[in-house]
């Protein structure tokens, strides 16, 4: 397992070319965003990367976006990709806030790979330093070996969420931005109250980077998480929108050494697409 969660650019460029590295372009932005995360892939991406599209390696048997899939599913979209057991895989995208590459760095951990990383910076760091790119569709590479294999305690429903708040057993983390947490600002996604859960903590996930897109330094993490409630020794339960962007607090708690959080899969579009759950709003 690396030893961190995290690779910047020089490393990573010193690994390129080698075999048993898979890099994929995570990219993924929100439904009213206007980009289109394909098609910037082809334009230009890290030489070798690979698309991964959040989309069709989720759950389409589901009515909720970006719900994980079936180890089986999941498993054959890895060795679709070329990845094997014994690769390292290096994520990142386009967002400059870590908006979706963290979704695909936890995926991968949740179904039992524990050699992933992301680069911090993402795709505008690489850029700004100067370092090689590419352009096209990338080649199709041979078919990995990858197992998958859910494990235990990634994953948290509703009805354990609303007992978690109910209990406090464990900090309810929502990733959000503050307006759309508070209830002021519009859902990207139509027919979802404005609000959140009652007893959320919130912690946007553009605030845990920089304004180069990396990560925060340690101390200055932890200055956050405490600024927003949350204390990191105990259980946190991570929410956003669609699942993706909460992501980027598990990464920050790993970053720090936390004990690892779950997710809240359903998060905002499940309970804020329903009225028989409670919220909170300014």
Known sequence: MPSSPLIGAAALQDRLGDPA??????????????????AEFIEGHL??????????????????????????????????LGISAGDEVVVY?????????????????AFGHSRVRLLDGGLGGWRSEGRPFESGAGRRPPAGDFHAALQP?????????????DSGSAQVVDARPAGRF???????????RGGHMPG?????????????????????LRARLRAAGIESERPVVATCGSGTSSCAVLL?????????????????TEWGGRDDVPVAAE
């Open 153 to 165: 305690g990634q994953v948290r429903t509703l009805d354990e969420v609303r007992a978690i708040l």
């Open 200 to 220: 959320a903590l919130n912690l946007p996930y553009a605030d845990l980077v920089d304004a180069t897109g990396r990560m925060l330094p340690a101390d200055a």
């Open 182 to 192: 508070r209830g002021v600002d519009p859902e990207p996604r139509a027919g979802l």
């Open 93 to 109: 995208d386009g967002s400059g806030v870590n908006l979706s590459a963290a979704r695909v760095w936890w995926m991968f951990r």
């Open 252 to 268: 920050a708690l790993e970053v720090l050494g936390a004990p690892a959080g779950a997710l809240y899969d359903g998060s905002w």
């Open 21 to 38: 590295l898979v890099i994929l372009d995570a990219s993924w932005y929100l439904p009213n965003s206007g980009r289109d995360a394909h």
């Open 47 to 80: 030489p070798g990367a690979q698309f991964f599209d959040i989309d069709l390696a989720s759950d389409r048997s589901s009515p909720l976006p970006h719900m994980l899939p079936p180890a089986a599913e999941f498993e054959a979209t890895a060795r679709a």
